[in-house]
C-alpha cells in the first residue's frame, strides 16, 4: 500500500487509487464537479488540479493514481488561481440567474464561488445562448445553460441504468446537453440524473419552485416501495409552501449504502411518498353508516371492537386476521402477540404487494413491493398468498365471524367479487390502513394507521439486512403505528401489552427470538445490520 503526503498529512491508501480517492479518505475535501464516485472517471471539469511535488504542471485529482512518496498539495497558492480560472471558465456562458433557480443553495457552481472563485468576471462577450426549460422525461426538466457539460448524468445514462438516453452534441462553445432525438429520459431510475447534476441544469419537475432548500429538514430513513430497502433522505418542510399546498413531505433522496443501493434510488420510490397526505387519507377512526363512514371517537371505536372481540369469543366464534408486509417489524410483533393472547391466534397471513408481476430487474427495483416481508417470514408469518387465499376460503364458508385487515388486499391476485363475497359472509370486517380504497370501502369500521414516514421502527430486507426507518413526521389526523392501535385495544380488553415506544418491543422481541438476540432498534448501524438467519428453523409461527 503506497503511502503519500496530502496536505502535510500521510496517509497509506490502497495501490491503484487516484489522489482524489485518497483525499475522501483522509478527510481532505477537492473540489469536484465531473468525478463521482459511483461512475467512471472522466477528468473533463478541472476543478480538482492539485499540485504533485517533482511535476511543472498541475494535476487533476480525480484521474491521478497515487505512487509511494507522492507529496500533494491542494491548498498552494497556484492550486488556488487555478480553481479561480476554471470556475471563470464554466461560468464564461452562463447565465448566473441563482435568483431564480431552483438548484440554489445545493448548486456547486454557488458553492465553490463563495469558496474560492470571488473573481471580477473579464468577459466582455455575449454568453451564447442554448435550449432552456426543455421537458426532457416525466420527472426531468434541462436548462442547457446552466449545464457545464460534467457528464455525470450520461454517465448515469450509460452505466448505471444502461439506458442511453443522453449525449453531448455540438462541439466548443456550442456543446450541449440533449436527450438522443426522439429519445425522452424515462428509465426507471431517471431522477438520479437530478441528485448527481452538480448546478441547477437539470432538475425535478414535482419540486422545483415549490420550496427552497434551506427550508427543508432532512429525516435519514428507509424505502417503503419495495423489499430491496434502499436508503433514503425524507425532506420536509411542515412550515411553509408545501403546508399551503397540504404536503408536508417536499421530496425523497437516496442516501448512501454501500450494501443496497449505492447512490442510488429509482424513481416508483422516490415518489412512493404521495400518499402519506393525499386526500383519501383516513385520520380518524369511523364505522359504517349505509353506504358511507361516520367518525367516531378512538375511546368509541376501542370499545366498541373490545366488545365485539369478547362477544364472539364467547360465542365460539373465529376472529381471522390477514396482516400486511408493510407493517414495521414492531407492528408485526405486536400483532403476533395481540393475537396469541386475545384472537386465538393461528399463523397468521400477511399479504404481499402485489402478487401479480410488476416491473423489476436485477438492479435495485423488486417483484415484492412491500417493504417487510422477509421480517414477516421471520417472525413466524405467512407470506405465501396460500395463507391469504385460506383465510378467505374460510370467510366465503362462514368460519370467519370477525376479520381484521391490514392495509389495501385488493388487486393482489383476488377478484373484487371474491373479495366482496368473503367480506360480506363476516359479521364485521375491521380495515386499519392509511389511506381510503377499494378494501377499506368494504369494511365495517375503519382504523386510521401511521404511514411509514410517520413512525419509528424496523424493517428487514430481502437479503435479511435489519434497518432501522426514523420517524419524519407527526401522525396525520389522529393516525396511530399500528402497534399502538393494538396496544390501546389490548387496554381495553383489560389485558393491556406493556409497550411504550417501538424500542420496547424491538427488545422483547430481542429477548426471544435467536435472530434478534443482542440487538437494539436504537444501535442499529445507519447503513443496517445483516440477520444470521440459520436461527430461524423452528421458530413458533
Ligand atoms: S446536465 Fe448536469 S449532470 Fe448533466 S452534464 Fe450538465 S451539469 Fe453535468
Ligand atoms: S428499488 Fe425499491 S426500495 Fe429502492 S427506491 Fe425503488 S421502491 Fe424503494
Known amino acids: 500500500m503506497p503511502r503519500i503526503t496530502i496536505d502535510e498529512q500521510e496517509i497509506e491508501v490502497a495501490a491503484g487509487a487516484t489522489i482524489i480517492q485518497a483525499a475522501d479518505q483522509a478527510g481532505i475535501d477537492i473540489p469536484r464537479y465531473c468525478y463521482h464516485p459511483g461512475l467512471s472517471i472522466v477528468g473533463v471539469c478541472r476543478i480538482c488540479l492539485v499540485e504533485i511535488e517533482g511535476m511543472p504542471k498541475l494535476q487533476v485529482a480525480c484521474y491521478t493514481?497515487?505512487?509511494?512518496?507522492?507529496?500533494?498539495?491542494?491548498?498552494?497558492?497556484?492550486?488556488?488561481?487555478?480553481?479561480?480560472?476554471?470556475?471563470?471558465?464554466?461560468?464564461?456562458?452562463?447565465?448566473?440567474?441563482?435568483?431564480?433557480?431552483?438548484?440554489?443553495?445545493e448548486c456547486w457552481l454557488q458553492e465553490y464561488y463563495m469558496q474560492f472563485g470571488l473573481y471580477d468576471p473579464k468577459m466582455q462577450e455575449d454568453k451564447n445562448k442554448k435550449h432552456k426549460a426543455v421537458v426532457v422525461g416525466p420527472h426531468v426538466i434541462l436548462d442547457a445553460e446552466r449545464c457545464i457539460l460534467c457528464t455525470r448524468c450520461v454517465r448515469f445514462c450509460?452505466?448505471?441504468?444502461?439506458?442511453?438516453?443522453?449525449?453531448?452534441?455540438?462541439?466548443?462553445?456550442?456543446?450541449?446537453?440533449?436527450?438522443?432525438?426522439?429519445?425522452?429520459?424515462e428509465n426507471p431510475y431517471s431522477v438520479n440524473t437530478v441528485d448527481i447534476c452538480p448546478v441547477g441544469a437539470l432538475t425535478e419537475r414535482d419540486f422545483r419552485f415549490k420550496t427552497r432548500v434551506w427550508y427543508l429538514d432532512t429525516t435519514p430513513s428507509v424505502c417503503a416501495g419495495c423489499s430491496t430497502g434502499c436508503n433514503i433522505e425524507i425532506h420536509t418542510n411542515t412550515e411553509r409552501t408545501y403546508k399551503a399546498e397540504g404536503r408536508r413531505v417536499a421530496r425523497l433522496k437516496p442516501r448512501y449504502n454501500a450494501h443496497i443501493n449505492q447512490f442510488w434510488i429509482c424513481d416508483e420510490g422516490r415518489y412512493s411518498f404521495l400518499h402519506v397526505d393525499a386526500d383519501n387519507r383516513i385520520t380518524r377512526p369511523a364505522v359504517r353508516k349505509g353506504e358511507g363512514f361516520e367518525p367516531v371517537s378512538w375511546q368509541e371505536a376501542l370499545r366498541t371492537l373490545a366488545d365485539d372481540i369478547e362477544k364472539t369469543r364467547h360465542?365460539?366464534?373465529?376472529?381471522?386476521?390477514?396482516?400486511?408486509?408493510?407493517?414495521?417489524?414492531?407492528?408485526?410483533?405486536?400483532?403476533?402477540?395481540?393475537?396469541?393472547?386475545?384472537?386465538?391466534?393461528?399463523?397468521?397471513?400477511?399479504?404481499?404487494?402485489?402478487?401479480?408481476?410488476?416491473?423489476?430487474?436485477?438492479?435495485?427495483?423488486?417483484?415484492?413491493?412491500?417493504?417487510?416481508?422477509?421480517g414477516a417470514e421471520l417472525l413466524g408469518f405467512s407470506v405465501s398468498p396460500a395463507g391469504i387465499s385460506k383465510m378467505l376460503e374460510a370467510c366465503h364458508k362462514g368460519?370467519?365471524?370477525?376479520?381484521?385487515?391490514?392495509?389495501?388486499?385488493?388487486?393482489?391476485?383476488?377478484?373484487?367479487?371474491?373479495?366482496?363475497?368473503?367480506?360480506?359472509?363476516?359479521?364485521?370486517?375491521?380495515?386499519?390502513?392509511?389511506?381510503?380504497?377499494?378494501?377499506?370501502?368494504?369494511?365495517?369500521?375503519?382504523?386510521?394507521?401511521?404511514?411509514?414516514?410517520?413512525?419509528?421502527?424496523?424493517?428487514?430486507?430481502?437479503d435479511s439486512r435489519i434497518q432501522k426507518l426514523n420517524q419524519a413526521l407527526a401522525p396525520l389526523g389522529e393516525s396511530k403505528p399500528e402497534w399502538k392501535i393494538l396496544r390501546d385495544l389490548s387496554r381495553v380488553l383489560g389485558n393491556a401489552l406493556a409497550y411504550f415506544e417501538p424500542g420496547d418491543i424491538f427488545a422483547e422481541l430481542a429477548a426471544s427470538h435467536p435472530t434478534f438476540q443482542g440487538l437494539s432498534l436504537h444501535d442499529i448501524p445507519a447503513d443496517g445490520l445483516l440477520l444470521s438467519t440459520t436461527a430461524v428453523a423452528g421458530e413458533p409461527g
Request: charged fraction near 25%; proline fraction near 5%; charge should be negative.
Open 158 to 185: 450509460d452505466e448505471i441504468s444502461q439506458t442511453h438516453e443522453l449525449g453531448i452534441f455540438n462541439r466548443g462553445d456550442h456543446a450541449e446537453l440533449m436527450p438522443m432525438p426522439g429519445v425522452a429520459l
Open 65 to 105: 493514481p497515487v505512487a509511494e512518496g507522492m507529496v500533494v498539495s491542494t491548498k498552494s497558492e497556484r492550486v488556488q488561481q487555478a480553481r479561480k480560472h476554471v470556475l471563470e471558465f464554466l461560468l464564461a456562458n452562463h447565465p448566473i440567474d441563482c435568483p431564480v433557480c431552483d438548484q440554489a443553495g
Open 399 to 462: 368460519e370467519i365471524e370477525l376479520l381484521f385487515v391490514f392495509h389495501h388486499i385488493l388487486g393482489r391476485g383476488f377478484e373484487s367479487g371474491y373479495i366482496d363475497e368473503a367480506f360480506a359472509k363476516c359479521r364485521q370486517v375491521i380495515f386499519i390502513g392509511s389511506n381510503e380504497q377499494a378494501t377499506s370501502e368494504r369494511a365495517h369500521m375503519l382504523l386510521p394507521a401511521s404511514t411509514w414516514v410517520e413512525k419509528e421502527g424496523s424493517f428487514v430486507n430481502r
Open 315 to 374: 360465542g365460539g366464534g373465529k376472529i381471522g386476521v390477514i396482516g400486511s408486509a408493510q407493517m414495521t417489524v414492531e407492528d408485526l410483533y405486536v400483532l403476533r402477540e395481540f393475537s396469541r393472547r386475545f384472537l386465538g391466534g393461528d399463523k397468521i397471513p400477511v399479504h404481499l404487494r402485489p402478487f401479480e408481476e410488476p416491473y423489476h430487474d436485477d438492479f435495485l427495483i423488486s417483484k415484492d413491493r412491500t417493504p417487510n416481508t422477509r
